[in-house]
């Protein structure tokens, strides 16, 4: 990995470092100018975050989505920049607070546990030379960033009902939007992320054809991204049937941000398959 890829790295490891931090004083302190500062910093970190794949790109000669490193880089870039687009749709900064550092928490994991062998570029192996493989992780940033979102709004929901039980009147979640507009926000965030998941296990599917001769194999990783489908298929079959709304909706929507995380850690690091990176 060379200087300017580690420059670049860590220059988005700082900018969603800062951000996050500025939303969280902005949570505490509920000064507006924190926000604003939070969202341009984020652009800057989205900006660095995608010259940084580039780099990869480049030095690689390849697009940079088939090892863990390039894979979190790539899902960190997905995180901003799905709450870049929602936060302007939605105006919500204060849920800044609870995006932006996942996104960095998984450059953290990156910086702290991965070695410079790890993140190194490798030569593509037969199977990974197809186009097929660039669409289907790039559908999985796009579904993993809306499901994080959602995620931090279903944080945010279950504070703010929690407090409105309560019957406080002051404290952090008095800052949010009304419990309404949260369920709203996290079903729409939902209904974004999941045709890129469906759009992502099929084309893994064909890539798998392609590479393997076979579209399903029951591996652990696509074992998990169906177990992962399936309960945000239940969110949004509960939602449109049952008019499932409030906690439930909140804690599933929890729920499948863990299967997301697990499908990627759990899968990848620690269950031996043809997606593992523990070897």
């Known amino acids: 990995m060379g200087m300017e890829e580690n420059l670049l790295f860590y220059a988005t490891f700082a900018a969603y470092g800062l ?55 790539a899902f960190s870039w997905g995180i901003a920049f799905v709450y870049l687009f929602a936060e302007r749709k939605f105006q919500i900064p204060i849920a800044g607070a609870f995006v932006i550092p996942t996104a960095w928490l998984l450059l953290a994991y990156v910086a702290v546990d991965m070695s410079p062998a790890e993140r190194a570029a490798r030569p593509l192996m037969p199977a990974l030379q197809s186009n097929w493989l660039t669409i289907h992780v790039a559908t999985a940033m796009i579904a993993y960033g809306a499901f994080a979102f959602s995620f931090g709004i279903g944080l945010m929901y279950l504070w703010k009902v929690s407090s409105e039980k309560s019957g406080a009147t002051r404290g952090l979640a008095a800052a ?41 194999s029951w591996d652990p990783k696509e074992t998990w991204s169906l ?46 398959g043809l997606h593992g990176y523990a070897n």
Not at 191 to 201: K, Q, Y
Not at 238 to 265: E, H, N, P, Q
């Open 227 to 272: 177990i992962t489908w399936l309960i945000y298929a239940a969110y949004l079959h509960a939602r449109f049937t049952y008019g499932w709304r409030g906690r439930r909706a909140a804690w599933m929507s929890i729920i499948g941000f863990i299967a997301v995380l697990f499908t990627y850690f759990g899968v990848n690091y620690f269950l031996s």
């Open 19 to 73: 951000a996050a931090f500025l939303y969280i004083c902005f949570l505490v302190l509920r000064k507006p100018a924190l926000a604003r500062i939070g969202y341009y910093i984020t652009v800057a970190g989205v900006i660095v975050n995608t010259a940084a794949l580039a780099m990869r790109s480049i030095v690689a000669g390849y697009v940079p989505l088939t090892n863990g490193y390039e894979f979190l880089l």
């Open 176 to 216: 949010f939007p009304d419990s309404e507009k949260l369920d709203e926000i996290g079903y729409r965030l939902i209904a974004l992320g999941f045709p890129f998941l469906t759009l992502c296990i099929i084309t893994g599917a064909i890539w798998a054809e392609f590479a393997w001769g076979r579209y399903w």
